[in-house]
C-alpha cells in the first residue's frame, strides 16, 4: 500500500515507542491476540488486544523515557476521554502481567 493509499484511509506511516515489540510479545506469550494499529489516525491506540472474549484497546509509552515524554498526546488524550469501551495505557512488562493478571482474577 502507497504513503497516499495510506493516507487516504486514516492511515500513516507512525512511530512506534521503542517498548512496543516487547510489550506486543508478552501480550502473546500470555495467551493473547495482537492487532497492530499504530497507523491508525486521530489518537487511535497503539494495539488492539484480544483475551478471553475481552477486548482492549492499547496505548504504549516507553516507561524508560522521563514522564513529560509519556504523556498522551492531545489526539490520543481526546480518544481516551471519548472512548466507551476499554482503553488501557501500558509502559512495561510488567503493566501487561498486572493487566492480564487482573483480568484473570475478575473472570474467576
Not at 493509499?5 to 507512525?14: I, K, L, T, V
Not at 492487532?35 to 524508560?64: C, H, M, Q, W
Amino acid at each position: 500500500m502507497s504513503r497516499a493509499d495510506r493516507e487516504g484511509c486514516g492511515m500513516r506511516a507512525g512511530r512506534i515507542d521503542a517498548n512496543q515489540p516487547e510489550i506486543v510479545a508478552a501480550f502473546r506469550r500470555l495467551g493473547c491476540t495482537v492487532a497492530i494499529t499504530s497507523n491508525v489516525r486521530d489518537g487511535f491506540p497503539d494495539i488492539v488486544v484480544g483475551f478471553r472474549g475481552i477486548n482492549l484497546l492499547v496505548e504504549i509509552k516507553d516507561g524508560s523515557k522521563i514522564p513529560s515524554a509519556r504523556k498522551l498526546t492531545p489526539d490520543e488524550q481526546k480518544f481516551h476521554d471519548n472512548w466507551k469501551g476499554g482503553a488501557v495505557i501500558v509502559e512495561s512488562v510488567d503493566d501487561v502481567v498486572a493487566l492480564i493478571n487482573g483480568l484473570e482474577r475478575k473472570a474467576a
